[in-house]
Structures are given as structure tokens and as C-alpha cells.
């Protein structure tokens, strides 16, 4: 199979050691206008690479196009691939520019056009998933979800790349994160309340800490908290109710659930082998981000099925615009 990268930053070039270990015969072209991540890209993952999206569509003519350039160039690559008849694979897109067109563009094709969503892949989520299903009455939940914006790409300024800008922003993509899972597994949100403000001196913006009290559908309730001023990178989730108590700390193995009977707490390890890269935060795992592409890839091929889609995504997006507004339900 022919797969185009679009994209050779730290996340493109994760994109393309998950495909190589995926499948070694994958036959890969990365993208990149900027020369020395180019160079980079073919020193270490030794892959022909074009500063051309354009060149690599029409010389390769690849089967699938993964994009992992920054949000707002998104919409229009994603078209430019569709029209080249490529299944998509997309990072997080933070805005909803171009979804109907480009939804629509991709059922005309009859190609695969899928979100990135990693954290409903992780296998310690799909085991929350489970026992929330399982569990009989309402269920509070208190999440904690923050970083030190300078400290997600301590190698560059905030200025220059997209946490930078207003319509990207740090928090934003928190919640495009965050609120998938969390809607999948506790309901659908029927309200919620939202304080938010600025505590920082950091040159963006935007409000760096958001406080929502969620009410769900099925009357599930919940207290997300995110932000970008935690200086220890932390996700913190408690889950309890009458007949469930579970703890995680968003590491591979810090899910934690109570034994009402024994009044014990047992560690929950659902991995063989954890596969993380240097520099990252513990929580940062590269499992579910290969799990995902091999969900893309089986989807091209007529099987399987996508956590989030761009349906979905559109839902999530309108959400957090009005969050961002100060606006509740």
C-alpha cells in the first residue's frame, strides 16, 4: 500500500514508525514544505520525501493520506487528497471548517474519511467504558485534565505553532480530546454550567483553565476540570457510585478499581507491553495511537468500525465553541 504523510513535525513522524511497525512493506512519502524536516524525516525513518503535496499525489499516487500538519491547514488538504482519491486519516482538527464539503466529497468517493481520536483506543478507557456500561444507577465522575502550555513543545516558542492561535488554542484541544470519551461512556450531555478565566501571565489569547459541572442525559454528573497551567502534566479521574468506585491517573498503569466486597483496591494492568517514547509525558503512550491507524486501515478494506467521526465531531466542536463563550446548557 502507498501511504503520503503530510506532515513530518513530531507527530507525523510518530504517524510513520506506527506504519512502519504495522507493516515494514508500506510504501511512504512524507511531505513537509520546511527542507529540514524533510531531511530529518529520510535520516531517521528513511522515507522519500517532496515539499509538493501536489508532486507526491500525482508521482506516487498513494491509496491513503494521513495528515498531521497543524489544525487550520486541515480542511483544504483533506480535500486536495479526497480529490486525488485517497482514503484520510486526520489529526484532531479543533475547527469545523470544510466538514460538510468535505464530508460529502468523501461519500461521493466512496472513501474513508477518519478523525483521529486516541483516547478511545486506550485500552484503560474501553475497560472504564465496560464498567460504567455494567454498573446499575447514576455515576459521578471528577476529571482532571492540565499541562504547562510552554511544556507541550518545550523546543519551540507558543508563538509557532498552533497552540498559539485563538482558534486552536491549548484548551481547546483538551476538550477535543476529552469530551468524546467522555460523552461515549457516561451519555450524552444534556446540560452543563462553565466557569473559565485567565491565571496565568503567558502571551496568549484565551482563558487558560476551564471548570464545567456536566449533567448527562441518563443522569450521570461530572466535574471536568482543563487547563494549561498545571505545571506537573496530570490526568486525574475518579468514578464512583453505589456500586463502582475507579481511580486513573492516565498512565498505562495507574487504573485502580475499589473491591467493595474485600474493601481492597487492585491495580488494573491491561498491557503486555507499553510502548512510549522519550520526552513525553507518562500518559503519553504510542499503543493507542497505532491502534488507530490500524482501525483507519481495516476501514479502507471494509472492516471495523471509527471510535469518533466527523458527524460526532461536529457535535463536539459547536460544544466547545460555546464553552468558550462562557456559555452554558
Request: aromatic share 10%.
Amino acid at each position: 500500500m502507498k501511504i503520503v504523510v503530510v506532515g513530518l513535525g513530531s507527530m507525523g513522524r510518530r504517524r510513520i514508525r506506527l506504519l512502519k511497525q504495522i507493516s515494514p512493506d508500506f510504501d511512504i512519502t512524507g511531505v513537509d514544505g520546511k527542507t529540514e524536516r524533510c531531511q530529518q524525516a529520510e535520516e531517521e525513518l528513511h522515507i522519500d520525501t517532496c515539499e509538493s503535496l501536489e508532486e507526491a499525489l500525482e508521482n506516487k499516487k498513494p491509496q491513503c493520506a494521513i495528515i498531521s500538519t497543524s489544525p487550520l491547514s486541515h480542511a483544504g488538504i483533506i480535500e486536495t487528497c479526497l480529490a486525488h482519491d485517497c482514503h484520510v486519516f486526520t489529526e484532531l482538527n479543533l475547527v469545523s471548517d470544510q466538514y460538510e464539503t468535505n464530508m460529502s466529497l468523501a461519500k461521493e468517493k466512496g472513501k474513508v474519511l477518519f478523525l483521529s481520536s486516541t483516547f478511545l483506543y486506550r485500552d484503560e478507557i474501553r475497560f472504564i467504558r465496560d464498567k460504567v456500561q455494567k454498573t446499575e444507577g447514576a455515576l459521578n465522575y471528577n476529571y482532571h485534565v492540565g499541562q504547562y502550555l510552554p511544556d507541550w513543545h518545550p523546543w519551540e516558542s507558543i508563538q509557532d505553532y498552533f497552540v498559539g492561535d485563538k482558534r486552536t488554542n491549548g484548551c481547546r484541544e483538551l476538550f477535543a480530546i476529552e469530551l468524546p470519551w467522555i460523552i461515549k461512556l457516561f451519555g450524552k450531555i444534556a446540560s452543563y454550567q462553565v466557569i473559565s478565566s485567565k491565571n496565568t501571565k503567558l502571551p496568549i489569547q484565551y482563558n487558560d483553565n476551564y471548570l464545567l459541572l456536566i449533567t448527562h442525559a441518563n443522569g450521570n454528573k461530572g466535574v471536568l476540570g482543563v487547563d494549561v497551567v498545571s505545571r506537573k502534566a496530570v490526568r486525574n479521574l475518579e468514578v464512583y457510585g453505589e456500586e463502582l468506585y475507579l481511580t486513573w491517573d492516565g498512565t498505562p498503569f495507574g487504573l485502580k478499581e475499589y473491591d467493595i466486597e474485600k474493601k481492597e483496591e487492585n491495580n488494573i494492568n491491561l498491557y503486555e507491553n507499553v510502548d512510549q517514547q522519550d520526552g513525553y509525558a507518562s500518559f503519553v503512550i504510542e499503543n493507542a495511537y497505532k491502534a488507530e491507524l490500524q482501525t483507519f486501515l481495516e476501514l479502507t478494506s471494509g472492516k471495523g468500525k471509527a471510535e469518533h467521526t466527523f458527524e460526532e465531531d461536529l457535535e463536539v466542536l459547536a460544544m466547545i465553541d460555546q464553552i468558550e463563550a462562557g456559555e452554558g446548557k
